[in-house]
């Protein structure tokens, strides 16, 4: 008999996963909790949405049992950093997802370094400090430009550059005397500004073993050059063209982090998104991520030729060393976000989106923010769609990918021109 795979999560990166369990064998049924309009209208006979909020793992809990699910996939952060599979576990049940103690990686930005520092892996130098003196003090001891990063979760607007030490005083004083971002702008960590392209470089672990998943890279400003601000992730492409630091990174930042969980005693389960900096001394760590990258999830799963179900059912039960090596397409893909007019800021929803569905061998179109009405897709969200090319070559996916962008269209749509021509 086949599985049911429970998936956690609504956006672009979740359509990503479902679709991709879709294709194994061994899966009879994909639950989405609450999905999109593309989770809902994928395949009616294999997959549907139910009606359960990220957070409610009571309710998640109630669909594991109604259901029959044999194994719960999470997408995003928060359920996890609030311990959400360790609760599942105790209740015996299969998560792809680690503990709120693994979570905590991405959950505290002075966690994540202190590990770092313990455990000799390369990052930014840094401090972290508490109390608007100390604060203070240690953007006036820092060399220019700093990185000032509030420690707590901040949907990336969590992270300022700042030229001059005035520059940083000001963002100190609005993140910790006028809570611009709440409680995770009480502690902040101070690091150095690191320079050079940035990567995303997925590890799935169980714990005692890992596989490297394709290399990417995301584009995270909302404008063309790199320019505006910050968003979730306007665009993606994989696999890297140079790879030639992988070993390097294998070597002094995967191994290292590993072994380091073993030593705390944390039993990590998942995916570990390690966001990288491939500076002139080596690869060093930006960030650290305790789930798929979103929009790299949906460039990397079309590259896999493996059963991802198998991936996570071993990662999730400890025996990841048991499957055999992954294997990869050829080719590379190109995914571009389709956003609502003014995101990462105020947005409007409810608007009717034609061109869907996209019909084509080398297009897949990820949904993110859509609902289903009336027999209608309808915007329901800042990033609505992922529109991923596939081809023999980097350029061949990217005019894949825009290609379909072409076809389709909402009121106020928005999108980058330039996905996977920049670092
Ligand atoms: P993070 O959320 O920590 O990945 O930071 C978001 C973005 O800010 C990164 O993708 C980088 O572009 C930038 N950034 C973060 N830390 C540094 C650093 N130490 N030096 C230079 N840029 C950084
Ligand atoms: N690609 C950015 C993120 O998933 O956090």
Known sequence: MGQNVLVV?????EHAVAWKLLQSRRVDYVFVAPGNAGTLTMDRDRCTNLPIKVGDVDAIRNAIEAKNIDLTIYGPEDPLIAGHADILRSHGHLVFGPGADGA???????????????YGIPTAQAVSVEGINQADTAVKRATMPVVIKADGLAAGKGVFI?????????????????????????RLVIEEFL??????????????????????RD????????KGRNTGGMGAYAPLPDQSWLNSAIKTIVRPLLAALKAEGIKYRGVIYIGLILTKDGPKVLEFNCRFG?????????????????????AARGTLSSIKPLIWYPG???????????????????????GLPLVSPDTTVFHAGTRYENGQVLTD??????????????DLATAVAYNGVKGISFEEMAYRKDIAQTN
């Open 219 to 226: 584009h995270k400003r909302e404008f063309d050059g790199d």
């Open 9 to 13: 999560g609504k956006g672009a990166r």
């Open 195 to 216: 320079q050079g392209p940035e990567a995303s470089l997925h590890v799935v672990t169980d714990g005692k073993t890992f596989r490297v998943l394709a290399l990417s």
């Open 332 to 354: 590379y893909a190109t995914g571009v976000a389709l956003v609502s007019g003014g995101y990462p800021g105020t947005i409007k929803t409810g608007k009717p989106i034609t």
């Open 381 to 394: 969200g800042g990033r609505v769609l992922t529109v991923v090319g596939r081809g023999s070559t980097l």
């Open 104 to 118: 905590r990686l991405e959950g505290s930005k002075s966690f994540g370094k202190m590990i770092m520092n313990k």
């Open 294 to 314: 979103d929009p790299e999830t949906q460039v990397i799963l079309p590259l896999l030729q493996s059963d991802l179900y198998e991936l996570c059912d071993a």
């Open 162 to 186: 700042c030229q001059t030490v005035e520059e940083g005083r000001r963002v100190v004083n609005q993140l910790m005397m006028k809570n611009l971002l709440g409680k995770a702008g009480h």
